[in-house]
């Protein structure tokens, strides 16, 4: 299935949690990002449960340090 990550196109595994997501595409900690599917964020707890759907788009918002 295809989804838009950061507007960017992925092909991912037709059952994919925002987790396995995270491990196939961003390969970097997860302490510290924010995500959100469709503009709706979705709690870290749920994370590994939630699955994902053709289509859908996520924004992984990283925090940074700054003032």
């Known amino acids: 299935m295809e989804v838009t990550i950061n507007n960017q196109n992925?092909?991912?595994?037709?059952?994919?949690?925002?987790e396995q997501m995270l491990t196939a595409v961003i390969?970097?900690?997860t302490n510290g990002i924010a995500i959100a599917v469709n503009?709706?964020?979705i709690s870290k707890s749920v994370w590994d449960?939630?699955?994902?759907n053709p289509g859908d788009q996520v924004i992984?918002?990283?925090a940074t340090q700054g003032g």
């Open 27 to 29: 390969s970097t900690e």
């Open 49 to 52: 449960s939630y699955l994902l």
């Open 39 to 41: 503009q709706t964020i």
């Open 60 to 62: 992984v918002i990283k």
């Open 10 to 18: 992925y092909q991912l595994n037709e059952s994919c949690s925002i």
